[in-house]
């Protein structure tokens, strides 16, 4: 049975086979290895950072991996969330996977320091346009109008959590389970990432 890639050895042996079973079945998702708050006015500087980062240790910043859908939002999405932002109301959370981020890492078929983005892509995007001066909000507020004001972007935040999945097996079932319980993403989208755990899982174990 697949042990859980944030549970320690030690614990993982520890348990009977009843209780492992209930890990396979429950899947309890793993703490983030590491969370900080980006302004708005700041994502721009923090993704450049790391690239500039990962490049140096031999890695690389990737936003859209093969299972991410792609920049699918319409204009209009992009303009009702920034404006939910603005509200208060909006998600803001922005998901990313580098193996050896924080720590010495099992090795495994994701090579390290692979600054992957697994969730909130969409709004992540959305946000670098707006700031960007590529739509207006509210009619015709851009974000330069918008700065010195109560609403300005730089009172915002995006929360960012980096994990440090080194099997990309895990990581796909972690996004399958992140996005299969609601309707955001379709049955066909969700079915090919599916198809493409079931790849490298049959990579890890050379079936």
């Given at each position: 049975m697949h042990k859980p890639w944030s549970l320690s050895d030690s614990y993982w042996s520890s348990l009977s086979g009843e209780h492992k079973a209930l890990y396979a079945l429950v899947r309890p998702q793993p703490k983030a290895t590491y969370e900080v708050d980006v302004q708005l006015s700041h994502v721009e500087r923090f993704l450049r950072g790391q690239a500039k980062d990962m490049m140096s240790m031999g890695g690389v910043l990737e936003l859209e991996p093969d299972f991410q859908r792609g920049h699918v939002w319409t204009d209009e999405q992009r303009v009702k969330f920034v404006e939910s932002l603005l509200r208060g109301c909006a998600p803001r959370s922005i998901l990313?996977?580098?193996?050896?981020?924080?720590?010495?890492?099992?090795?495994?078929?994701?090579?390290?320091?692979?600054?992957?983005?697994?969730?909130?892509?969409?709004?992540?995007?959305?946000?670098?346009?707006?700031?960007?001066?590529?739509?207006r909000v509210f009619g015709d507020l851009s974000a330069g109008q918008l700065k010195g004001s109560p609403f300005d972007p730089s009172h915002y935040t995006l929360k960012v959590s980096v994990y440090e999945f080194a099997n990309r097996v895990?990581?796909?079932?972690?996004?399958l389970d992140l996005n299969s319980g609601g309707t955001v993403h379709g049955a066909q989208e969700l079915e090919r990432v599916r198809q493409l755990r079931e790849l490298a899982n049959s990579s890890v174990h050379g079936d």
């Amino acid at each position: 049975m697949h042990k859980p890639w944030s549970l320690s050895d030690s614990y993982w042996s520890s348990l009977s086979g009843e209780h492992k079973a209930l890990y396979a079945l429950v899947r309890p998702q793993p703490k983030a290895t590491y969370e900080v708050d980006v302004q708005l006015s700041h994502v721009e500087r923090f993704l450049r950072g790391q690239a500039k980062d990962m490049m140096s240790m031999g890695g690389v910043l990737e936003l859209e991996p093969d299972f991410q859908r792609g920049h699918v939002w319409t204009d209009e999405q992009r303009v009702k969330f920034v404006e939910s932002l603005l509200r208060g109301c909006a998600p803001r959370s922005i998901l990313f996977n580098c193996p050896g981020w924080n720590s010495e890492q099992a090795s495994g078929d994701i090579a390290p320091h692979t600054f992957q983005c697994i969730d909130g892509l969409q709004r992540l995007t959305a946000i670098r346009k707006f700031i960007g001066g590529e739509f207006r909000v509210f009619g015709d507020l851009s974000a330069g109008q918008l700065k010195g004001s109560p609403f300005d972007p730089s009172h915002y935040t995006l929360k960012v959590s980096v994990y440090e999945f080194a099997n990309r097996v895990d990581l796909l079932q972690f996004y399958l389970d992140l996005n299969s319980g609601g309707t955001v993403h379709g049955a066909q989208e969700l079915e090919r990432v599916r198809q493409l755990r079931e790849l490298a899982n049959s990579s890890v174990h050379g079936d």
